[in-house]
């Protein structure tokens, strides 16, 4: 066989990776016209077809199953032997970490994380991509982010880690001055009074459903939205109640127009976990951020510990 290009072996990978034509040849900044005449060079080196269209993405062929698992092996070895620098360097670093979690993890996790790197790694910048965007499997393996966090129970596959950070659990947000605050928010009150409620795909979403559906509690849905950060202004201007995530009701309280409730049953535990894909398991940067992450996000360091203790102390399960 004639020598292969080093560059067709990224685009197997990348095409292995996403399973989509246009999004391959955007992680490799190629124009998808390239992409296809490379694909078609490779095709014929190597006598198979490797990728066949089902549907809106393209399917492997068993052979490119193989060498798209061979092949990562060998640019990962390339990678470190040869163009890998060595250690990664945090204090001279211009590293732009990709990073993808949900609304309510960045008001929870950027402030720390952006004070900690402005310290530590002055010169590196993140940037945060939506994970309802693009399936998150996809943008891992295909090394558009470093890392996820949040939680997402899709991602706990063989090609992927985890590492469990901390717990949140749910509550209630009201205004300030709401007559549930003086009588308590009881399981009719909760039933009977109108909900704004966050309509998102979110995984730890169907927890909270399904925590309502055990106890056999039902809300009186009046508004919907789509935008977490909308929520708190709209509660504060009505009797509307809200349930969220626990930080994220503590967080809303600050601005002082809204108070703190606890559901009127035993609300479910949300484990969060930052989570990467096997390729980016050695990388230096990465191994480097997943540490910092785990130093300042971890159950001894739940900046929510306390008030989550004090706001269900009293409650036992129904």
């Known amino acids: 066989m004639k020598q292969l290009d080093l560059n067709l072996l990224r ?39 490797l990728f066949v269209r089902a549907g809106s993405g393209m399917r492997p062929t068993p052979r490119a199953v193989t060498l798209a698992e061979t092949a990562r092996v060998m640019l990962d070895q390339v990678d470190k032997d040869v163009l890998d620098s060595g250690a990664f360097d945090p204090e001279n670093s211009e590293t732009s970490f990709r990073v993808s979690m949900p609304d309510s993890a960045e008001s929870l996790f950027m402030p720390v994380l952006m004070a900690h790197l402005a310290e530590h790694a002055p010169r590196t910048s993140v940037h945060i991509v939506s994970p309802i965007v693009l399936p998150l499997h996809e943008r891992l393996a295909s090394g558009d982010i470093d890392l996820a966090i949040g939680y997402f129970p899709t991602l706990e596959k063989d090609a992927y880690f985890r590492q469990s950070l901390f717990s949140h659990t749910y509550a209630c947000i009201v205004r300030r001055g ?125 900046p929510f510990l306390e008030q989550r203790t004090a706001l269900y102390r009293a409650r036992g399960s129904d």
């Not at 391959?24 to 198979?48: C, H, I, N, V, Y």
Request: proline share 7%; charged share 20%; glycine share 4%.
């Open 11 to 49: 685009l197997l990978v990348a095409l292995d990776g996403t399973r989509h034509l246009g999004r391959a040849a955007e992680s490799l900044q190629m124009s998808q016209s390239g992409f296809s005449t490379a694909l078609s060079r490779l095709r014929k080196q190597l006598g198979d077809e």
């Open 178 to 302: 709401h007559p549930v605050v003086a009588r308590g928010m009881s399981r009719a009150a909760y039933q009977n009074l109108g909900h704004a409620v966050l309509d998102l795909p979110a995984r730890s979403t169907i927890l909270l459903e399904a925590a309502l559906e055990r106890h056999r509690v039902r809300r009186r849905v009046v508004l919907s939205t789509p935008n977490l950060l909308s929520l708190p202004h709209i509660v504060a201007r009505t009797d509307l109640i809200a349930t969220v995530p626990l930080p994220a009701a503590f967080d809303f309280a600050r601005s002082g127009e809204l108070e703190v409730l606890p559901l009127p049953f035993t609300p479910p535990s949300v484990t969060i976990h930052q989570y990467w894909h096997r390729r980016t398991q050695k990388e230096p940067s990465c191994q480097w951020l997943r540490a910092q992450i785990m130093a300042l996000f971890n159950r001894r360091a739940d």
